[in-house]
């Protein structure tokens, strides 16, 4: 088995808002998570804390439950990570206000005879076949918004865990039954990737290849590899901003079965 990642912040000047991680529990198999933790505007969010300190807590948890608890699926670990998040402070912060923090969710989990997966929101994640065919697992909903509609913050806000609209991880456990859940037999997949947005720029913004030729870089370049290539591409003269940012937090976690 072999383990590669890497996360970079966006900027020197702001914390990194994103998680990734990888176990390899003594019962077998392996678990990887990456969180992208939701930068919000400018304005009050309803929480003392922080993004940084949210993705921190939700990934160590979500973490170590897909590593001890294999009798649970993956959409109860969510559920349950949610929920003890929430409990740490839930007595100092307003977890009803719309941008109390949250995050994508990617999480990954194999034994001998089955690959599970979970994604929420706009991370990716990638599973490769022995004959070298990837498969991107999606959850499309916010790509499905007209731009338009998401111009402004309010705007956002008012689609964000909202039907019609996109899911994020926060501090409603229920969002969990919202995500893209599924399993592939382990013998039907030779590598998996998780990638925040900040990473799959490479190939969902600046189109330098599909998904098959960006596991093919994580491949042979690893983590940082991909990385360093998404930023050469941002800070190319004449470059447009991608999605508001030049640089985003960017994360990666590339595993061979």
Sequence with gaps: MRIDLASVPGSPERPNEDWVSAAVPASGGGVLVTLDGVTPPRGEVGCAHGVPWFVTRLGGRLTELSGSRRDMPLSRILAE?????????????????????????????????????????????????????????????????????LRTADRADALRNAE?????????????????????????????AALTDGASRWTDTFREGGWAECMAVLRKEGAHGLIGRVRALESAPGRPLARGKR?????AVYAEL
Excluded: K, N
């Excluded at 994508?104 to 034994?111: G, K, N, Q, S």
């Excluded at 640089?247 to 994360?251: G, K, L, N, V």
């Design 247 to 251: 640089h985003d937090d960017a994360s």
């Design 164 to 192: 019609g609209g996109f899911f994020t991880a926060a501090a409603d456990p229920s969002v969990a039954a919202r995500a893209v859940t599924g399993r592939t037999p382990r013998s039907q997949v030779r590598a998996v």
């Design 81 to 149: 990570s949610i929920t003890a998040t929430a409990g740490a402070h839930r007595d100092t912060c307003d977890l009803s206000h719309v941008r109390t923090p949250q995050a994508t969710v990617v999480v990954v989990r194999w034994d001998e005879e089955w690959v599970e997966h979970l994604v929420l929101s706009d991370s990716v994640l990638l599973l490769q076949a022995p004959g070298g065919e990837v498969t991107a697992v999606l959850d499309d909903r916010l790509d499905r918004i007209p731009r338009e509609a």
